[in-house]
């Protein structure tokens, strides 16, 4: 077999997202012989100069290489099309941009049949809910849907060998989590002072953790609840823990047992593990208008509203299973298996 030459492209600044690093490890264990190039430069800044220039090396690199890996709308849709050798997968993560444009097209069709991702030759859309959604709104060249199976994080959190390496790792760093029940409040993007002060301003933390028990464990990476957590006693070390710059962001999602966050790409990867997920209002979000006009019971407008959910549950409520039912697949198919039988063949 030849020398396979396989492409990293991720130019709205995101640069190697999770996803696109699961699948670059299970490649290069996999594949015999393989060369990985990359481009990760952001060619939407703010400079117009600049970005001409970023276009049109982004437009060289792409016409140079035969076979590529993306996340969201970085293959440029003026790119010859594909020969029939050639694969441009599009692996969609949830980013907030896509809500965005799924309530534009909900509220005013005629705005659909975008060509934004038009020279993918494959997609992974990785959600029953981005798979109608792309194959409604969008046109694609002869496209090949790869359709019942997860995005590769999503389906790593769910492995039991990958779960437990990474509990090990918190409870290494938190020893009080050991054996408890995690609740996770995850938010990213920073707001407003005054947004900040309104949406915890209700949150009583103390009497919150005395009345969700022993058995969970509050782990977050926001500020505020930090600073409100300084008026408690040392014994509250025993269920709080903060996080930030300690543990990475992805990996609260192997062991999570309930998350809320305002953040649509870890809100929609969580689905797969079927437990728990809950917005909560944490800057301007387009995720967030999607929540609340489509999954209300999931939505949090204020802190104080963590005391209102119903920490005993055993079972998922009615909204909870629609939401996990939109953003995951029931029996899913291995994404790494798939993703590397299409990037192994004899003419690569």
């Given amino acids: 077999m030849s020398k396979a030459t396989i492409s990293f492209l991720s130019t709205r600044g995101r640069a190697m997202n999770i996803d696109l690093k699961l699948i670059q490890d299970y ?25 001409k220039q970023l276009e049109k090396a982004r437009l060289s690199f792409c016409d140079n290489t035969r076979n590529i890996i993306c996340m969201d709308p970085s293959i440029p849709v003026k790119l010859p099309p594909a020969l029939p050798e050639e694969r441009r997968l599009l692996t969609l993560v949830p980013y907030d941009y896509l809500f965005n444009e799924y309530l534009k097209f909900t509220e005013d069709p005629e705005l659909a049949h975008k060509k934004t991702f038009f020279r993918c030759t494959h ?21 090949t849907f790869l359709d019942d199976m997860c995005l590769p994080l999503a ?7 990958s779960k437990a390496n990474v509990r090990n790792n918190l409870e290494y760093l938190y020893p009080e989590a050991k054996g408890k029940k995690i609740l996770t409040i995850l938010t990213v993007n920073q707001t407003s002072p005054n947004e900040m002060t309104e949406l915890f301003s209700d949150l009583d933390l103390k009497k919150f953790l005395d009345e969700i028990g022993d058995d969970w464990f509050l782990l977050t990476n926001n500020i505020n609840l930090l600073e409100i957590s300084n008026s408690l006693s040392l014994s509250y070390t025993k269920c709080f823990g903060y996080m930030k710059g300690i543990f990475g962001f992805d990996n609260l999602l192997y062991f999570s047992d309930m998350l809320v966050t305002n953040s649509s790409k870890h809100a929609c990867t969580f689905a797969s593990a079927k437990k728990p997920v809950y917005y909560l209002n944490y800057g301007k979000k387009h995720f967030g208008r999607y929540m609340k006009q489509f999954y209300p019971d999931l939505y949090l407008e204020t802190a104080g509203e963590l005391a209102t959910l119903d920490y005993g549950q055993t079972d998922l409520s009615e909204e909870e299973a629609r939401f996990c039912q939109e953003f995951a697949y029931d029996i899913a198919q291995n994404p790494f298996e798939q993703i590397f039988s299409l990037f192994h063949y004899q003419d690569l």
Avoid at 155 to 161: A, L, M, P, V, Y
């Fill in 27 to 51: 490649l290069a264990l996999n594949l015999s012989d393989v060369t990985f190039k990359y481009y990760l430069k952001n060619t939407a800044t703010k400079v117009p100069a600049a970005n």
């Fill in 123 to 143: 997609v992974l859309p990785g959600f029953p809910f981005f798979s109608n959604f792309l194959k409604n709104f969008y046109e694609f060249e002869n496209a």
């Fill in 155 to 161: 389906w790593d959190i769910t492995s039991k060998e």
